[in-house]
């Protein structure tokens, strides 16, 4: 058994929360590099080199990379030898995104309660956390800042076993196609599939925590991600949506067993500014 | 051919003719910032004849909620919003004059009909780029509802804030010119 104090997790959250919003991953530099040299539209080109500038940019100014810093989605694998004290573990989160907003000259983008008042709680807590107990005496820490315009382009959508692979990819595809110029593509598409009805939202958000780097481990669901990924592509929504080759940088794929009756599916749409950022204590 | 323009606002209506799908434009002058709240307070105001908190004829509002200034800095990060959201407010506004939008993502219909009522344009800010876009801002300063925060209504003085032609006043839309090309 290893004793941690909470307190030690809220400068960890604060550096993760600033960090992840100043650096973009050198995955998507990499992706975006990549689709600009295969780039048609002109337009499209230039505004991937304007993303470009702007991830060079945040990085040496040290501002955020986009206005909407995010809710802050925080991820938790608690080791189960690890014994916390000091206080409240989810208070001491919460305080990390408190002073990591604040420090780091981040927006506040929560409000207090969905529809009728919508007051912003002004320092951009409570954050949404996950937590999965694994093994060992470790925390790993993982902090995903989450914008509203990609986000609000994601759906969850309980499908027939009948419907099939083919199903999958269509449900995807024309989610991504009706989300247009909107969630600021070019996109990474978080897939998740089974589960139950909450479990493949989450799946789905987990799966964007992928490096743009890595292939799904699984050659089966390897396979399903490019052939989505080429769908997409060929839509012809672009850059920012003003029309091009480059409309998803990567498809990403978690799946979970489910139900005999059941075959949930979401998709989770991420922005080009996938950002991640995380620790172990 | 898409070309590059540079205007200054308040924008005049033979130079606001001239544009079309796709130019590259900068823009110089005052700006005002308004998203979602804002607009639905603004919109109140109209519909109860009242006067709003600055004029709006020949003006161009820009869709976004700004990060906090850093230190030494007059706005933090700065990129559009998603522009789908103010929608149901963008006729009111551009029957009162204004002249045009920034953001991001495509327009209803109904406000890209109000665009060629009004003879009004919408540029396409580029989402994400917002270092990109706050250096062009020099300097800004909220002239109404301080309450709301980010979402409070700020004039800017930009120079050169970088934009492209979304919709012109002729009723032409990039987001759909632009994906019916590229579609495979």
């Not at chain 1, 992928?210 to 669901?221: A, E, F, H, T, Y």
């Not at chain 1, 052939?227 to 997409?232: A, F, T």
């Not at chain 2, 980010?150 to 010119?177: H, M, S, W």
Request: charged share 25%; net charge negative.
């Amino acid at each position: 058994m290893r004793q941690i104090d909470v307190k030690e997790i809220i400068p960890v959250i604060r550096k993760l929360c600033i960090d992840a919003n100043y650096y973009i991953g050198e995955d998507v530099i990499k992706k975006i590099k990549e689709f600009y040299e295969k780039e048609e539209s002109e337009t499209g080109k230039e505004v991937l080199s304007i993303l470009l500038e702007n991830y060079e940019l945040s990085a040496k100014e040290k501002m955020p990379i986009c206005q909407d810093t995010g809710v802050a989605v925080v991820f938790i694998e608690l080791g189960q030898d690890v014994h916390l004290v000091g206080g409240d573990f989810v208070e001491a989160i919460n305080e990390g995104v408190r002073q990591g907003y604040k420090d780091g000259y981040l927006r506040k983008s929560m409000v207090d309660d969905p529809i009728i008042e919508r007051k912003n709680t002004k320092d951009n807590t409570p954050a949404l956390i996950y937590t999965d107990i694994v093994p060992g005496d470790k925390i790993k820490i993982t902090v995903a800042p989450k914008g509203g315009g990609s986000e609000n382009m994601s759906e969850v959508k309980m499908m027939k076993a009948a419907d099939g692979i083919e199903g999958v990819v269509d449900f995807v595809v024309d989610r991504i196609s009706r989300s247009g110029g909107n969630p600021c593509p070019p996109v990474v598409v978080g897939i998740g599939l089974g589960g139950d009805f909450e479990q493949s939202a989450l799946l789905a958000k987990k799966s964007l925590l992928r490096s743009l780097d890595q292939k799904n481990p699984d050659p089966k669901w390897a396979k399903v991600e490019e052939e989505i990924l080429e769908k997409i592509n060929n839509l012809g929504i672009g850059p920012q949506g003003l029309g091009g080759r480059t409309t998803a940088l990567g498809v990403f794929i978690l799946s979970k067993p489910c139900h005999i009756a059941s075959m949930p599916v979401a998709v989770n749409v991420q922005c080009h500014a996938a950002r991640h950022k995380s620790a172990v204590i | 051919m898409p070309k590059t323009k540079y205007l200054q606002t308040p924008l005049k209506e033979d130079e606001l003719a001239q544009l079309q799908i796709g130019d590259k434009v900068f823009i110089t002058g005052i700006i005002y910032t308004g998203r979602d709240a804002a607009h639905k307070r603004l919109v109140e105001l109209l519909e109860k004849n009242e006067e709003l908190p600055f004029d709006i004829k020949g003006q161009v509002i820009y869709y976004v909620g700004p990060a906090p200034a850093p230190p030494g800095k007059p706005i933090g990060s700065a990129g559009p919003t998603t522009s789908y959201r103010m929608d149901p407010y963008a006729p009111a506004l551009l029957d009162a004059g204004l002249k045009a939008m920034i953001g991001k993502g495509p327009r209803s219909q109904l406000v890209i009909d109000s665009m060629v009522k009004n003879k009004a344009v919408y540029f396409a800010a580029i989402g994400g780029a917002a270092v990109v876009v706050a250096e062009s801002i020099k300097e800004a300063k909220v002239i109404a509802y301080e309450d709301l925060g980010t979402e409070a209504i700020r004039e800017l003085r930009v120079e050169n804030f970088p934009c492209i032609v979304a919709n012109d006043i002729y009723g032409k839309d990039i987001y759909q010119e632009g994906v019916e090309k590229y579609k495979r």
